[in-house]
């Protein structure tokens, strides 16, 4: 009689664990939040970067997500940063089987040129999905080194559609959207990320939102998530620059935008991709401080979404 209470008890916890696990939502999470050519930023020596150079704990990467289901121990990457190396370990452990394909929203260096890790010099991969627009997938067979990656089947190039939604596994699905951006080499996309519960918004570069044909107050509100394009504060960040060269919303644009969302859905909004002269990475600085006191967000690594 023990025996068998002592079977059926450990039958119990061994159900409980499985349902507990099966239970396990699947989630986004943040590996970087700085614009394509990070924090400090090559050749800054201002204030804004220069306390960061000997300070690797102050390092801001480079603008990334990983999408990440724990039941079926399958992972997503979301842009493939200059700083590729420690985001994929922070994503996979450095488990190659886990990494199940990269997504890109376009080609501008600090999305894309992570990619040469995967070739012969570095990871030598077998076939890492790789999921682009058709001119981003065009570039990257028809242009060295990328050409090599899919010669030597490092990756594997699948061609996106806007708005066509493709499915991750039972649990989740992507879906691209174009958005203007400056497109020199390819389109530019954002990314809907559709889990069992919940939906992300990803949108790291676009030119500015009067430009789209879309009403981002509204897919901020009918979504749980929007990570933002948040490269400026202002349009004082570059003294010497032509900003009209290099268009974004800027952040106090954006909360402009945004003043007449209720204060539920304002705080669904977290600024990402941010300039290394961006204010709002210093930790209690006005522009800061203004952001999360107008109910707004900013992105940081490590920082979980749940779907």
């Not at 890790?117 to 080194?145: Q, W």
């Not at 107050?217 to 400026?232: C, K, P």
Request: hydrophobic share 35%.
């Amino acid at each position: 009689m023990v025996r068998y209470f002592l079977i059926l008890f450990l039958s119990l916890l061994f159900f409980s664990a499985c349902s507990q696990k099966a239970n396990q939502s699947p989630y986004v999470i943040v590996l970087g939040i700085a614009q394509d050519g990070g924090v400090p930023h090559a050749s800054c020596s201002k204030s804004c970067c220069i306390n960061r150079w000997d300070k690797p704990e102050k390092k801001v990467m480079v603008t990334s997500l990983g999408i990440v289901d724990p039941n079926s121990n399958e992972t997503w990457m979301i842009d493939a940063t200059p700083d590729f190396p420690k985001q994929f370990e922070l994503l996979t452990q450095n488990n190659r089987e886990k990494l199940k394909g990269i997504f890109l929203t376009h080609a501008h260096m600090g999305h894309y040129t992570g990619l040469m890790h995967l070739g012969r010099e570095v990871m030598g991969a077998k076939s890492i999905p790789v999921y682009a627009m058709p001119r981003m997938k065009k570039y990257l067979s028809s242009n060295g080194p990328w050409s090599q990656l899919v010669i030597l089947d490092n990756i594997e190039l699948n061609k996106l559609k806007n708005g066509k939604k493709v499915k991750l596994n039972k649990r989740m699905s992507i879906t691209p959207f174009l958005v203007p951006h400056r497109d020199e080499y390819s389109e530019t996309v954002g990314y809907k990320i559709q889990g069992p519960n919940k939906s992300l918004i990803f949108i790291p570069d676009i030119d500015k939102w009067e430009k789209w044909d879309k009403d981002i107050v509204n897919i901020a509100s009918e979504n749980d998530y929007a990570l933002i394009d948040g490269s400026f504060y202002t349009a004082n960040e570059l003294p010497g620059r032509d900003m009209s060269e290099i268009p974004h919303p800027f952040i106090i644009e954006s909360m402009a935008k945004f003043k007449s969302l209720s204060n539920n859905d304002k705080f669904k909004i977290h600024f990402i991709h941010l300039n290394h002269t961006n204010p709002a990475l210093t930790n209690n600085s006005n522009a800061q401080n203004q952001i999360k006191s107008t109910g707004f967000n900013i992105a940081q690594t490590g920082q979980a979404f749940k779907l």
